[in-house]
């Protein structure tokens, strides 16, 4: 059996890989271990976040399907950092598990090109250092010269709770065992992580009068552009998720309320307690775990000195039968972990249904892969998600799809899409992975990104939606609506930028009326607009031609012009890198010789010799520090 592409595990990455690869015109097999939980939310029930929503609406933008089912499982949105700025907002959803992978599922077996079996693949065939094809342990072979693995915390997954020890990738799911000693018998450096979930509590069982409410926002915002523009369209073929949407079509979801409680003494008591019975801690687990994500037992741990912590309850489905306590992750026994629950404020009397637990798997260094997300060691074969050393649904998604991508790239004989730091979120992810590396779960923060005014999660679609477009995966009745707005903001920007309102009697009026800021020399609507006290509505009052924007239209001409000059200077640093990463290194350039450079770094460079800067900057290990080092050294060398 063959086939163009070949995509191993349907969790969130190979969801959104095997579904670019299809939707490029390859033909496409999904080998997944249990075709039931394709898109399963193995953790927490939600999608997005802080920096997760921007990677989100980058899927969506370049045409995957994360934002769109979000949309239509959803039980609650949220934009987190609102008062913040639009930079480092992120928008959140709290989803319904089962509604979500039904919806995935669904969509996988309605696409083109695209053939999904439940099986497990154990050995990667290859032939001089080029894939050949999958074996299963059904003794299939399916032949293919370009795999993409995601397999998550599948790879030689092992559970703890307490000093019981399973072999699973999920409870009550068999692990990908032999396929992980597949990987390193191609010479792929691999390594060891750790992850875990909480308990999840039967809801008759809290007494949700003692918690905190925690609504939604009153006007909830989509993920998906295509909600935006073309809820209609969207929901005729969605009428089993029409919970989301009024009567017209319109993107009005029914949303469920969350709840915050808190641990407290007697809590960290009972956990303190139970230290020497920690897997964490007493030798039993080897693998790192997520800084950002720790379980309570290594909170507690670490921070002593808080007397509590959060404990955010989320509803797993729309029915809200049973709920998630988001920051009570752990691996203690299951009796520590009733007692320990039983001591938080509502849950005196709480029934777990599910229990918490850590789970170690093996991951691939990403250094050993490209920035298409092939390995260098190996033709053909790609990874995306866990198995490259990230935590998270959405960073696995949006590995899925450059990767599929770029398989299906490949088939047509076209270069790989690889987008910049200064494009995307996912050109940060991916970049930090494969020339960095990482030692421990890797998660997507704004803070890893340099330019993040030019990366809001607004402009997603004006930014990523070309690339889509151009490799097929956003139509091109999507497209051209994308492009009208983007014409029409940019109309907007153009008119406050070039007219000019005088201080005289009338102007001052109607700045007055406006709540805006008085004037005294001429100025441009563009700085009266990005002053503090001007709003998005109030910019149909300017001129008449404001009159038919949107709303969504008119907030981003707000943001245009109140981060107007510091959007400029981002644009300016990221022209000056380009320039920058053209430079040429002089062939006699003895990179030893230069001060502040690390022997490895050294070491690097003369083993690759560079052509350019960018040249190496693409090399694993050298870092943007090392690249000035370079650029100034040879700005110096040239000038002798």
Same mark, same amino acid.
């Given at each position: 059996? +063959?086939?163009?592409?070949?995509?191993?595990?349907?969790?969130?990455?190979?969801? $959104?890989?095997?579904?670019a690869a299809?939707?490029?015109?390859?033909k496409?097999?999904?080998?997944?271990?249990?075709?039931?939980?394709i898109?399963?939310?193995?953790?927490n029930?939600?999608?997005?976040?802080?920096a997760?929503?921007?990677?989100?609406?980058?899927?969506?933008?370049l045409?995957?399907?994360?934002?769109?089912c979000?949309?239509?499982?959803?039980?609650?949105?949220?934009?987190?950092?609102?008062?913040?700025?639009?930079?480092?907002?992120?928008?959140?959803?709290q989803?319904?598990?089962?509604?979500?992978?039904?919806?995935?599922r669904?969509?996988?077996?309605?696409t083109?090109?695209?053939?999904i079996?439940?099986?497990?693949?154990?050995?990667i065939?290859?032939e001089n250092?080029?894939?050949?094809?999958?074996?299963?342990?059904?003794?299939?072979v399916?032949?293919t010269?370009r795999?993409?693995?995601?397999?998550?915390?599948f790879l030689n997954?092992?559970i703890h709770v307490?000093?019981? !020890?399973?072999?699973a990738?999920?409870?009550?799911e068999?692990p990908?065992?032999r396929?992980?000693r597949?990987?390193?018998?191609?010479g792929?450096?691999?390594?060891?992580?750790?992850?875990?979930t909480?308990?999840?509590?039967?809801? !008759?069982?809290?007494?949700?009068s003692?918690?905190?409410?925690?609504?939604?926002?009153?006007q909830?915002h989509?993920?998906?552009?295509?909600?935006?523009?073309?809820?209609?369209?969207? +929901?005729k073929?969605?009428?089993h998720?029409?919970?989301?949407?009024?009567?017209?079509?319109?993107?009005?979801p029914?949303?469920i309320?969350?709840y915050?409680?808190?641990?407290?003494?007697?809590?960290?008591?009972?956990?303190?307690n139970?230290f020497?019975?920690?897997?964490?801690?007493?030798?039993?687990?080897?693998?790192?775990g997520?800084?950002?994500c720790?379980?309570?037992?290594?909170k507690?741990?670490?921070f002593?000195?808080?007397?509590?912590h959060?404990?955010f309850?989320?509803?797993?489905?729309?029915?809200?039968?049973e709920?998630?306590?988001?920051?009570?992750?752990?691996?203690?026994?299951?009796?520590?972990?009733?007692?320990f629950?039983?001591?938080?404020?509502?849950?005196?009397?709480?029934?777990?249904?599910?229990?918490?637990?850590?789970?170690?798997?093996?991951?691939?260094?990403?250094?050993?892969l490209?920035?298409?997300?092939?390995?260098?060691?190996?033709?053909g074969?790609?990874?995306?998600?866990?198995?490259n050393?990230t935590?998270g649904?959405?960073e696995?998604?949006a590995?899925?799809?450059i990767?599929?991508?770029?398989?299906?790239?490949?088939?047509?004989?076209?270069?790989?899409?690889?987008?910049?730091?200064?494009?995307a979120? %996912?050109?940060?992810?991916?970049?930090d992975?494969?020339t960095?590396?990482?030692? $421990?779960?890797?998660?997507m923060?704004?803070s890893?990104? $340099?330019f993040?005014?030019?990366?809001?999660?607004?402009?997603?679609?004006f930014?990523?939606?070309g690339?889509?477009?151009d490799?097929g995966?956003?139509?091109?009745y999507?497209?051209?609506?994308?492009s009208?707005? !983007?014409?029409?903001?940019?109309?907007?920007?153009?008119?406050?930028?070039?007219?000019v309102?005088?201080?005289?009697?009338?102007?001052?009026?109607?700045?007055k009326?406006?709540?805006?800021d008085?004037?005294?020399?001429n100025?441009?609507?563009?700085?009266?607009?990005?002053?503090?006290?001007?709003s998005?509505?109030?910019?149909?009052?300017?001129?008449?031609?404001?009159?038919?924007?949107?709303?969504? $239209?008119?907030s981003?001409?707000?943001?245009e012009?109140?981060?107007?000059?510091y959007?400029?200077?981002?644009k300016?640093?990221?022209?000056?890198?380009?320039?920058?990463?053209?430079?040429?290194i @002089?062939?006699?350039?003895?990179f030893?010789? %230069?001060?502040?450079?690390?022997?490895e770094?050294i070491?690097?460079?003369? !083993?690759?010799n560079? @052509?350019?800067?960018?040249?190496?900057?693409e090399?694993?290990?050298?870092?943007?520090?090392a690249?000035?080092?370079?650029?100034?050294?040879?700005?110096?060398?040239?000038?002798?």
């Open positions: 059996m +063959q086939y163009d592409i070949i995509v191993i595990g349907g969790g969130h990455a190979g969801i $959104e890989a095997c579904l299809a939707r490029m015109g390859a496409t097999l999904l080998i997944t271990i249990l075709a039931e939980q898109g399963a939310a193995s953790c029930p939600a999608i997005g976040g802080l997760k929503g921007h990677l989100v609406k980058e899927i969506d933008a045409g995957g399907q994360m934002g769109v979000t949309d239509f499982a959803g039980i609650q949105f949220r934009t987190l950092n609102e008062s913040k700025g639009p930079a480092v907002r992120g928008s959140r959803a989803i319904d598990m089962d509604r979500y992978r039904i919806f995935m669904n969509v996988l077996l309605n083109s090109n695209l053939n079996s439940q099986e497990i693949a154990t050995e065939l290859t250092d080029q894939i050949k094809g999958v074996k299963t342990h059904l003794g299939n399916y032949e010269n795999l993409i693995i995601t397999t998550g915390t997954g092992l307490g000093e019981n !020890k399973l072999s990738g999920r409870v009550g068999f990908s065992v396929l992980s597949s990987l390193k018998n191609l792929l450096k691999m390594g060891r992580l750790k992850t875990g909480c308990p999840r509590v039967d809801a !008759k069982t809290i007494d949700f003692s918690l905190e409410l925690q609504n939604g926002d009153a909830a989509p993920f998906s552009f295509k909600t935006r523009f073309f809820a209609n369209k969207i +929901q073929f969605t009428k998720l029409s919970r989301n949407f009024d009567e017209n079509g319109n993107f009005n029914t949303q309320p969350c915050i409680t808190y641990t407290n003494e007697k809590t960290h008591e009972i956990i303190r139970n020497d019975r920690a897997p964490l801690f007493t030798g039993q687990i080897h693998g790192i997520p800084r950002y720790p379980s309570i037992e290594d507690i741990n670490k002593a000195d808080r007397d509590r959060h404990v309850v989320e509803p797993q489905t729309a029915e809200a039968s709920y998630y306590l988001n920051g009570l992750s752990t691996s203690l026994p299951y009796d520590v972990q009733v007692e629950l039983h001591s938080v404020k509502g849950f005196e009397n709480a029934k777990i249904v599910r229990h918490g637990y850590a789970i170690e798997y093996d991951f691939v260094e990403p250094t050993e490209k920035h298409s997300l092939e390995t260098k060691k190996v033709n074969l790609y990874l995306a998600g866990q198995i050393g935590t649904y959405e696995a998604a590995q899925g799809l990767a599929g991508i770029n398989a299906a790239l490949d088939i047509q004989n076209k270069a790989p899409l690889i987008l910049r730091r200064d494009e979120y %996912i050109g940060v992810l991916i970049d992975l494969v960095k590396g990482t030692k $421990e779960p890797y998660r923060f704004t890893r990104a $340099e993040r005014l030019l990366l809001r999660e607004d402009n997603a679609i930014r990523l939606s690339y889509g477009h490799i995966l956003i139509k091109d999507e497209f051209d609506e994308i009208r707005r !983007k014409a029409q903001i940019q109309k907007g920007i153009n008119f406050l930028l070039n007219n309102i005088t201080p005289n009697k009338e102007n001052l009026a109607k700045l009326s406006l709540g805006a008085a004037i005294s020399q100025t441009t609507w563009q700085k009266i607009v990005g002053g503090k006290n001007f998005a509505e109030k910019i149909r009052e300017i001129d008449s031609m404001f009159v038919d924007f949107s709303d969504d $239209e008119l981003e001409i707000l943001t012009c109140k981060y107007y000059f959007i400029q200077m981002q300016d640093e990221v022209a000056k890198m380009k320039n920058m990463l053209n430079t040429k @002089p062939t006699e350039l003895d030893s010789k %230069i001060s502040g450079l690390s022997n770094i070491e690097k460079l003369n !083993k690759f560079p @052509p350019t800067l960018f040249a190496a900057s090399i694993s290990g050298v870092t943007p520090a690249i000035d080092i370079l650029h100034i050294y040879i700005k110096q060398f040239k000038g002798k």
